[in-house]
Structures are given as structure tokens and as C-alpha cells.
């Protein structure tokens, strides 16, 4: 009788133990959902009113060659609030913002620092976010790191790849933001959201 009453007690615990067993026994890529995110952002450059990206922090210098005045010194500190668009069309539906910012950070060559995170505002995804990081270097395509989120993308790792892919004017460009990532799949609840155009899951 005694016999039979341990085992009864352990054979929860034996149960519990195989699952962690097979939990640990998969590999770390099966425990992360991947998600894809491509959004526009419209970056109105220069001094005029609708300008999104302006200077925060003039830079000790010197001015860098291989950029553009006035915002070429070393150092040089700029912000940004840019619209978000779910197509390259200045007239689409915005869909967020991208607020960050980026520093001349070489003296010679043309190279930018940034940090930027893409807050999401409508839709199954808004309020969530996705930080980014990395450098411009004014190649033609751009990578960053993908270093975090919050909400739906919460613990997000990855990638995004940025370019450029309509010029309105020399002041009025649009940027697509091409987001590859993973989250962990016990912290998301994008499972539970309704589907989004947005979002590509593979």
C-alpha cells in the first residue's frame, strides 16, 4: 500500500522530468518564432517645415570630407520622428513612427552611428516595438542589428536591412525597412493575435 502511494506521488515528478528533457533536447532555433516585418519610412531631411530629423548636439569637430554640411562636423548629434507607411506612397496610411538617432562618427569616412526603434500604432501589433542599431555607412544597402523589442516582439533578435527606395525630392526620401527576427516562444503572444498584412510569419 505504501509502495503503491510513493509511486503515485512520483510519477508526476517522473512525467515533469521527460518533458523538460525533451524541451532541452531541442534545439535553441525550435524554442523562437520567426517574424518579418517591411514597413517605409519617410525622412523629410533638411531645414524646412516638414523636416523630421534635425540637429540634437553640434559636434567638436572637425568637419568631416566624405559628408555633407552642415551636419558633417565630428560628433554631430541628430534626432529623428519619422512617419511610418505600410507602402513607399507619402499618401499611405501611416502605420507608426521611428524615433532615434544617429552620430557622425568617423572624422574621415562616412560614418554614421544609430539607434532607432520602429513603434508600431495600429493594427493587432500597436504599442509594440522593435529597437534597432548599428551603422550607416552610405552603402546602397544598409544592415542593422536587431537588439530587442516589446509587446508582440518582445526579446526580438535579427536583422533589418534598410535602403533606400523613392526620392520624392533631395529632401524627401523614403526608406524601406526590411525587419528579419525571432522571438522566444514562451514570451510572445503573437499566436494569439489576429493575423496583419504586416507581418510574415515563416
Known amino acids: 500500500m505504501m509502495a503503491s502511494s510513493v509511486a503515485n506521488r512520483l510519477l ?9 528533457m525533451t524541451l532541452l ?13 517591411t514597413v517605409y519610412v519617410q525622412e523629410y531631411l533638411g531645414n524646412g517645415p516638414e523636416t523630421t530629423e534635425k540637429l540634437l548636439v553640434r559636434g567638436p569637430g572637425p568637419a568631416n570630407p566624405s559628408l555633407w554640411p552642415p551636419n ?3 560628433g554631430d548629434t541628430l534626432v529623428m520622428d519619422d512617419l511610418v507607411t505600410a507602402s513607399p506612397d507619402n499618401t499611405s ?6 524615433y532615434g538617432t544617429y552620430m557622425v562618427s568617423s572624422m574621415s569616412r562616412p560614418v554614421l552611428v544609430v539607434s532607432f526603434t520602429l513603434l508600431l500604432t495600429t493594427g493587432p501589433y500597436n504599442g509594440s516595438t522593435i529597437v534597432m542599431g548599428g551603422i550607416d555607412d ?36 523614403v526608406m524601406e525597412l ?5 522571438v522566444p516562444v514562451l514570451w510572445t503572444q503573437a ?4 493575423a496583419s498584412p504586416l507581418i510574415i510569419d515563416h
Do not use: C
Open 93 to 98: 496610411a501611416p502605420i507608426g513612427r521611428v
Open 12 to 20: 508526476p515528478l517522473l512525467a515533469a522530468a521527460v518533458a523538460l
Open 25 to 37: 533536447a531541442l534545439p535553441v532555433s525550435a524554442w523562437r518564432r520567426p517574424m518579418r516585418v
Open 72 to 74: 558633417n562636423l565630428f
Open 178 to 182: 526590411d525587419v528579419h527576427a525571432s
Open 138 to 173: 552610405s552603402s546602397a544597402v544598409l544592415e542593422h542589428a536587431v537588439i530587442g523589442g516589446t509587446a508582440a516582439f518582445r526579446g526580438a533578435q535579427g536583422h533589418v536591412v534598410g535602403k533606400v527606395v523613392k526620392a520624392y525630392s533631395p529632401t524627401h526620401v
Open 191 to 194: 499566436e494569439e493575435a489576429p
